[in-house]
């Protein structure tokens, strides 16, 4: 059974980073590296966002609100992916996800305040 969990949210200042981590089981290696990987967000009060995806082969496609401060990548090696962001900004706060192929984690909180 593929899973997917969440982890390294947490409250931050405006300004400041956080790394978010997404761990895979339930699949092998190569499942892993064939499938399209992103995350996505869902602040309160407003539908669920598309934040950064990827698929092997492929650049990874960010959204407009990014504007370079996040950063998405996988190691392959460990079945993870990862969300590095910097410059966190009051409108990041959010229920952040990751997802592979159809599978979703449990989201993970970020709140930012200022």
């Known amino acids: 059974q593929v899973q997917l969990v969440e982890s390294g949210g947490g409250s931050v200042h405006v300004g400041e980073s956080l790394n978010l981590t997404c761990r895979c089981t339930?699949?092998?290696?190569?499942?892993?590296?064939?499938?399209?990987v992103g995350w996505y967000r869902r602040a309160p009060g407003r539908e669920r966002e598309l934040v950064a995806t990827n698929v092997i082969g492929s650049n990874t496609l960010y959204a407009p609100f990014v504007k370079g401060r996040f950063t998405l990548s996988r190691d392959n090696a460990k079945n993870t992916l990862y969300l590095q962001m910097t410059n966190l900004r009051p409108e990041d706060t959010a229920a952040y996800y990751c997802?592979?192929?159809?599978?979703w984690g449990q989201g993970t909180q970020v709140t930012v305040s200022s």
């Open positions: 339930g699949m092998s290696d190569f499942v892993f590296t064939q499938q399209r």
């Open positions: 997802s592979l192929g159809t599978s």
